[in-house]
């Protein structure tokens, strides 16, 4: 095994986008008055008082990105969630209030939750929460938020419907790029996958996966399925439940990988997309209707 191996099984995260200029903190109003009463409850965030302690407990320990981060986690899985509903409005200081954090730290989550199509703000109008029909549903926080929350069946689903779509694609145009370097961490991925299945760790096992399905993704030459890795990534990493051949530590799933391995070494692009296209297949002791290939919905 390669010494990059063990630097690249950690599948990467996007940064967090949208923060404003200085000068633009200015569109969320934040009036906050000298000797505000922190301690009081604003009436508007009464019904979702006991969500605020479930999913503070859950966000503080997601991923370290100061008050800032945990934030935006909170009131992103608040309004994913439903708990915050469609044209819900956000006053700024009501929320420094109830999370007891700075207007700094109100100001620039708004805006990320607003990069990500969550809220809107407007003049005159104020900071309100946008449908569903306006979220960035590829973002991968957002797909994180409605893994673990209401919507966590109908997110398995799709995701499992865009990966059955797009990686075999992948996989095919990755052995049109089969460049040696490409291969060996391929190959790197594989053998940690295999060694992880051998001791029994699981979080291993999955960081590789992601790190191979996201290789792939990155060196077909497509920029647009480029773009699609940190989602993919983000699809194993909140899977939750076996859904293909990946998220299973078997000696199958490992196998299927390194053929996928083995037809982009030898550049046959047919061969790996049907590779690939095994390895998301449904297993025959696994119900269909719940994981697997996708299958036919009524509409």
Not at 70 to 80: H, K, R, S, Y
Not at 263 to 288: F, I, N, S, W, Y
Request: hydrophobic share 40%; aromatic share 4%; with cysteine.
């Amino acid at each position: 095994m390669s010494t990059l191996a063990h630097t690249t099984m950690t599948a990467a995260r996007p940064a967090d986008s949208g923060l404003a200029g200085s000068g633009e903190l200015d569109r969320y109003s934040y009036a906050e008055a000298p000797g505000a009463d922190r301690g009081s409850a604003p009436s508007s965030w009464d019904g979702a008082e006991a969500e605020i302690g479930r999913v503070g407990r859950r966000a503080a320990g997601n991923r370290g990105r100061g008050l800032h981060g945990q934030l935006v986690q909170q009131l992103g899985q608040m309004i994913v969630s439903g708990d915050l509903g469609a044209d819900r409005p956000l006053v700024p200081e009501e929320i420094g209030q109830r999370f007891e954090v700075s207007r700094t730290v109100v100001r620039e989550s708004l805006r990320v939750l607003e990069a990500k199509g969550l809220v809107s703000a407007r003049p005159n109008v104020g900071t309100r929460v946008r449908p569903v029909s306006d979220w960035n549903l590829l973002d991968p926080d957002i797909i994180e938020w409605r893994a673990f929350g209401p919507q966590r069946d109908d997110q398995r689903r799709e995701l499992c419907e865009l990966r059955w779509t797009i990686e075999p694609l992948a996989a095919r145009l990755a052995a049109g790029h089969g460049r040696e370097e490409v291969q060996q961490r391929l190959g790197d991925m594989v053998e940690i996958m295999s060694h992880a299945l051998a001791q029994g760790d699981a979080l291993t096992f999955a960081r590789a996966d992601a790190e191979f399905h996201a290789l792939l993704l990155q060196v077909g030459g497509n920029r647009m399925l480029e773009h699609l890795a940190g989602i993919v990534a983000a699809a194993l990493h909140v899977s939750g439940a076996p859904v293909s051949g990946c998220d299973r530590l078997t000696e199958a799933g490992v196998a299927h990988h390194r053929r996928i391995v083995e037809a982009v070494g030898e550049g046959d692009a047919a061969a790996a997309e049907a590779a690939m296209r095994q390895l998301l297949t449904v297993h025959p002791d696994l119900d269909h209707a719940e994981v697997g290939v996708p299958a036919p919905r009524e509409h």
